[in-house]
């Protein structure tokens, strides 16, 4: 069965500052990655999603995030992130099957300060 | 075009109560979730419905049962509620059963069970 881990619970930043919020995953079938974000007392957003293609996939608010195969991860970057960043982001997978289910990290929750 | 709505966005439940936690949908999709999220957990499914008429268990189904009412419309209820169903629901819906789908999430629900 897939499993998602974010290594980090939160990660505290100065705005304007870069930041990486990492995720691993384990699967032994190919496997397809999303990134969500959750502001506070919200549902939850598409922020982007790698299905095939191209390893650097490009998302919402400036986010981008790097699919890498051999290392199993699916780390999301900002260069430079705003106070309107501080939100709770979730990294997903699941199967390329249909019919499986989207398995969720445990989240990790990024704080902007000035 | 609201999205996905959900109702009640607040409630407090005692021990042994039911109560069913509604979930519509305006976009035509095909494909709708429940899913619970605890402090440190992440979101775990609870149910879902590939396409109106059929329903199936997801990560952690015990003490909920689902109705899909129509295509709009996917309820979960809780028939007798304990302490550990204290969580806060999400309700999704994708256009699709396939799972590259970008899932869209309604505000939630935060439930109290006393």
């Known amino acids: 069965a897939q499993s998602v881990t974010q290594l980090d619970s939160q990660v505290p930043v100065f705005e304007e500052a870069p930041v990486e919020l990492r995720c691993n995953y384990s699967?032994?079938?190919?496997?397809?990655l999303f990134w969500y974000v959750q502001y506070p007392n919200q549902g939850l957003q598409l922020l982007l999603k790698?299905?095939?293609?191209?390893?650097l996939v490009k998302g919402i608010n400036g986010f981008e995030a790097e699919f890498n195969k051999s290392q199993t991860s699916f780390h999301l970057r900002k260069p430079s992130v705003h106070i309107s960043d501080t939100a709770e982001y979730f990294c997903?997978?699941?199967?390329?099957?249909?019919?499986?289910?989207?398995?969720f990290g445990k989240g990790t929750t990024l704080s902007v300060s000035s | 075009n609201a999205g996905v709505t959900q109702t009640p966005k607040f409630q407090v439940l005692k021990t042994g109560q039911s109560m069913t936690l509604q979930c519509a949908q305006d976009?035509?999709?095909?494909?709708m979730y429940w899913y619970r999220q605890d402090p440190g957990m992440g979101l775990r499914l609870i149910y879902y419905?590939?396409?109106?008429?059929?329903?199936d268990k997801g990560e952690v189904p015990n003490g909920y049962n689902v109705s899909r009412l129509n295509k709009r419309e996917f309820s979960l209820r809780l028939e007798s509620a304990a302490p550990s169903q204290t969580s806060v629901y999400f309700c999704?819906?994708?256009?699709?059963?396939?799972?590259?789908?970008?899932?869209?999430f309604g505000p939630g629900t935060r439930l109290l069970v006393l």
């Open positions: 997903a997978v699941t199967l390329n099957q249909a019919g499986t289910a989207l398995i």
């Open positions: 976009m035509n999709h095909n494909s």
């Open positions: 699967s032994s079938v190919s496997v397809y």
């Open positions: 419905s590939a396409s109106e008429g059929t329903t």
């Open positions: 790698y299905l095939s293609g191209s390893t």
């Open positions: 999704a819906s994708t256009a699709t059963a396939r799972s590259q789908e970008t899932q869209y």
